[in-house]
């Protein structure tokens, strides 16, 4: 499928035009003032038709700042997440996950048949402090063979990556390692083909954390992901944390002065490489987040396939600002989105 056919499709499905219109718009007037010019009303206009994503089962902001289930409410989250202390400090943190066929929105309107853990993509985030011992309880409910292969230290009998390791419908298996090290990390699944079961949706974040904590932040977990819509091995949609555009429609809040931390994770299958760019801002870079020193200070990050890094910046302006990919075809199909910076004095 060529390019511009699947810019055509896009444009069928109502997702292109206003991520084309804010593209154009950026240029002339600069990415602060995009809220109010005459071609976000235009974009605003065009997106009505679009109608709204079903947030009730996957909420991408809820997505954005949650981890170990803390989306959850107390009894329902005891289910799936549970910490015990331990003799030296650390925390055995215990979690089920479960592997399920379950059809995601990826667009307002546009599904796509996924496999989940726990029915949602990207997987729940998992967040321990480095030296915390993990024991996560899989549950394979899917239809295929299925594992889930952390990235991290650990013994090879728990990897998840050989064929004696897959876990067959109706199986379980619990994978137990010490978090070590520290940094932003992601598990997927890795049965065969892995690119299919990855691209299907079985992958999520895995975090640890330095034992010396970091400043503290406002944290968020994006994850850069694409959908192939028609099984041809291209992606037709991108988005971060699934669903197209969804950070245009509702710009994630952040404070101004107040320090912001991503946890950035490129998990998009058949394209070798994927971007994350920022307007009017820079931001340190962490590569892997694993050393408390930035690597670098700039306004675009290309990250390959299982990459990641850690973003730390602070917005000096209130107002919106725009994120997305720097390949316009992936801003196009869905991966922009915006933050809207409030507080703060506005002397630009
Ligand atoms: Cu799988």
Not at 271 to 277: G, K, T, V, Y
Request: hydrophobic content about 40%; proline content about 6%; some cysteine.
């Amino acid at each position: 499928m060529s390019a511009l056919t699947r810019r055509s499709w896009i444009r069928l499905a109502g997702l292109g035009t206003a991520a084309a219109g804010l593209l154009q718009s950026k240029g002339i007037r600069g990415a602060q003032e995009i809220g109010h010019t005459p071609a976000m009303e235009h974009a605003a206009h065009t997106m009505g038709p679009m109608g709204t994503a079903d947030l009730s089962r996957f909420d991408p902001t809820r997505y954005l700042r949650a981890w170990n289930f803390s989306d959850l409410e107390p009894a329902q989250r005891a289910r799936y997440y549970r910490e015990t202390p331990r003799p030296d400090g650390s925390l055995l943190r215990e979690y089920e996950i479960t592997a399920i066929d379950r059809e995601i929105e990826i667009a307002p309107g546009v599904y796509f048949p996924a496999w989940t853990f726990n029915g949602q993509v990207p997987g729940p985030t998992i967040r321990a402090t480095e030296g915390d011992r993990v024991r996560v309880t899989f549950l394979n409910q899917g239809s295929h063979p299925h594992t889930i292969h952390f990235h991290g230290w650990h013994h090879p009998d728990m990897d998840g990556s050989m064929p004696e390791h897959q876990v067959m419908p109706g199986g379980t298996f619990i994978y137990e390692f010490d978090a070590e090290p520290y940094g932003t990390h992601l598990y997927h699944c890795h049965a065969v083909p892995l690119k299919r079961h990855i691209h299907k949706g079985l992958y999520g974040v895995f975090i640890v954390d330095p034992k010396s904590a970091r400043p503290a932040a406002d944290e968020m977990v994006m994850v850069m992901n694409g959908f192939d819509t028609d099984f041809d091995s291209e992606n037709d949609v991108y988005a971060v944390n699934s669903l197209a555009n969804h950070y245009m429609t509702h710009p994630i809040r952040v404070e101004v002065g107040r320090l912001v931390r991503i946890h950035l994770v490129n998990i998009t299958e058949f394209d070798l490489i994927n971007s994350f760019h920022l307007h009017a801002m820079f931001f340190d870079v962490f590569r892997t987040g694993t050393r408390m020193t930035a690597d670098d200070h700039t306004d675009t990050i290309m990250l390959t396939q299982g990459e990641r890094v850690v973003i730390e910046t602070t917005f000096r302006y209130p107002g919106k600002f725009m994120f997305h990919a720097h390949q316009r075809e992936f801003a196009e199909l869905g991966w922009m989105g915006l933050f809207e910076a409030v507080g703060g004095r506005r002397d630009t």
